[in-house]
């Protein structure tokens, strides 16, 4: 018998409700990600020093001037989160506090002033709670939860900005990848790199985003779903993927790049190490260069590889291009460690394996 917690709500901020709910006109059966959002969404201004109380609005345009500073310079920030409908009927937020807190480092990172957790898990639970009827209920399927943040002043001097929105919108979602949970085909890139130290690598932030953008469309031109990161530096040391972190197993040891501040510290990744590291596994961070998979590989010595992210969960890789060379993993199925990674953490978020280590909010 599963303990539960008991389910938490929260009715803090004031609710303009949509007169006339979409969820009717949502395809459950052919969900992909990111294209379909639910009815309501969050929004809290920031002013003169201080944050506004909130309010929970249909989803929908909202107004920003042209001269706000996220549309010329990127002073934002955003989070990726996942709800879940677990066995019992009631739903499962993921991890509030570890989002909330590289939430927190990012903005710091941006130089945006800090929602204060509170403001942040409340909104979540009571948007969450108010669109309880888009969570899916199908085990492959989640609501996705985007917070962000961004700068509003009007004014084009780069200068920080004193003026700030900070949003939550959400919307029901399948799997990431057009391959589903099938193995993924990577390639290193080693004319463009993400991100350097000192640089905003390690935090969530829009600019990110739009620099891997091209090399990434070249990758998915060539055949390959995203781009394996090299650092800039060397261009030798593995970091992570366009939109997850990377495991591999050599010789029965699980193998991740250690967090070097150019690496998103993803929250899947902490959970894959937490849970890895409780089942006595060996674990490894460490910096692990692309020749030394390449020799592992040919040396027979490398069983798996594996993404680990909040859209992707658990993916394998199927493949990975570097220069010319081609390590090729299991192509149909995912290896025995990601295996069980994929059914203990999916497990966990919809009730049916013992939250034991407290992770989920029950709404
Ligand atoms: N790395 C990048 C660049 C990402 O965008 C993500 C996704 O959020 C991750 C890693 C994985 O992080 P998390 O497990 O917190 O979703
Ligand atoms: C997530 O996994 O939540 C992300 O934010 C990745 C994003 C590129 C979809």
Redesign the pocket.
């Known amino acids: 018998m599963i303990e539960t917690k008991a389910p938490v709500h929260s009715e803090r901020f004031s609710v303009n409700k949509t007169t006339e709910s979409r969820l009717s006109n949502i395809d459950y059966n052919n969900l992909r990600f990111g294209d379909v959002f639910a009815d309501h969404m969050f929004e809290l201004r920031y002013a003169n020093g201080k944050w506004d109380e909130g309010r929970v609005l249909p989803y929908g345009p909202i107004q920003v001037m042209p001269s706000s500073n996220i549309l010329h310079y990127g002073q934002g920030a955003f989070?990726?989160?996942k709800a879940f409908t677990a066995k019992d009927g009631n739903i499962h937020i993921f991890r509030i506090p570890?989002?909330y807190q590289?939430f927190n480092n990012s903005c710091k990172r941006m130089n945006i002033p800090s929602v204060p957790y509170d403001v942040f898990h409340d909104a979540i639970v009571q948007l969450v709670d108010l669109d309880r009827n888009w969570v899916p209920k199908d085990e492959l399927k989640s609501l996705y939860l985007r917070p962000f943040i961004f700068a509003t002043e009007e004014f084009l001097g780069l200068k920080t900005s004193t003026t700030y929105r900070f949003m939550v919108i959400t919307g029901p979602v399948g799997n990431y990848y057009r391959e589903g949970i099938n193995p993924v085909k990577l390639t290193t890139m080693p004319d463009y790199v993400?991100a350097v130290k000192g640089g905003v690598g390690n935090a969530?932030v829009p600019g990110?985003?739009a620099a891997?953008l091209y090399p990434a469309h070249q990758a998915m031109q060539q055949g390959y779903a995203q781009v394996l990161w090299l650092d800039a530096l060397e261009r030798k040391y593995i970091e992570?993927?366009?939109?997850?972190?990377i495991f591999f197993v050599i010789d029965d040891t699980i193998i991740t790049s250690e967090l070097t501040g150019t690496?998103?510290?993803?929250?899947?990744?902490?959970?894959v190490l937490e849970l890895t590291r409780h089942w006595g596994l060996n674990v490894e961070e460490r910096l692990i260069s692309i020749d030394e998979l390449i020799k592992a590989n040919k040396e027979g010595r490398l069983t798996e590889a594996f993404?680990?992210?909040?859209?992707?969960v658990i993916s394998p890789v199927g493949l990975i291009h570097h220069k010319g060379e081609t390590i090729t993993l299991d192509q149909e199925r995912m290896g025995p460690v990601a295996e069980r990674l994929y059914n203990t953490i999916t497990g966990i978020h919809h009730g049916r394996i013992e939250d034991e280590f407290g992770w989920c909010t029950v709404v």
């Open positions: 989070e990726g989160m570890e989002h590289r993400r969530k990110n985003y891997s992570e993927v366009g939109a997850m972190n690496i998103l510290p993803g929250i899947t990744r902490k959970t993404g680990s992210g909040t859209a992707a």
